[in-house]
Nanobody
Framework: VQLQASGGGLVQTGGSLRLSCAAS????????MAWFRQAPGKEREFVAS????????YYANSVKGRFTISKNNAKTTVYLQMNSLKPDDTAVYYC??????????????????WGQGTQVTVSS
């Protein structure tokens, strides 16, 4: 599946952004859709995921309570609402699709389709 991420930008500390990730060819199958991020000089890290059928959500501790992952009913788009942004949230954000099981869905190597990444910069 081909994924297109959008919605990044420059925002001040405490601000909000909403990222979107859409499949170019319409509804697709997945077990989980997730957002990862990668800051300069750091490894790619798990941010949030959503069970594509059941809708249950999972978050990294660093974003819990500030970020919300969601999907549309048509199963074509996944969103990441980011509130109370901090400078530490600055990174390139990627959406991704996996068919893996719950116990492995925080591991980036288990994802087989990735969006191109969208830059989020939070100024202090």
């Amino acid at each position: 599946v081909q994924l297109q991420a959008s919605g990044g930008g420059l925002v001040q500390t405490g601000g909000s952004l909403r990222l979107s990730c859409a499949a170019s060819e319409g509804p697709f199958s997945a077990r989980f859709m997730a957002w990862f991020r990668q800051a300069p000089g750091k490894e790619r890290e798990f941010v949030a995921s959503i069970n594509w059928n059941g809708g249950h959500t999972y978050y990294a501790n660093s974003v819990k309570g500030r970020f919300t992952i969601s999907k549309n009913n048509a199963k074509t788009t996944v969103y990441l609402q980011m509130n109370s942004l901090k400078p530490d949230d600055t990174a390139v954000y990627y959406c991704a699709r996996t068919l893996t099981v719950l116990s492995a869905m925080r591991i980036s190597s288990n994802y087989d389709s990735w969006g191109q990444g969208t830059q989020v910069t939070v100024s202090s």
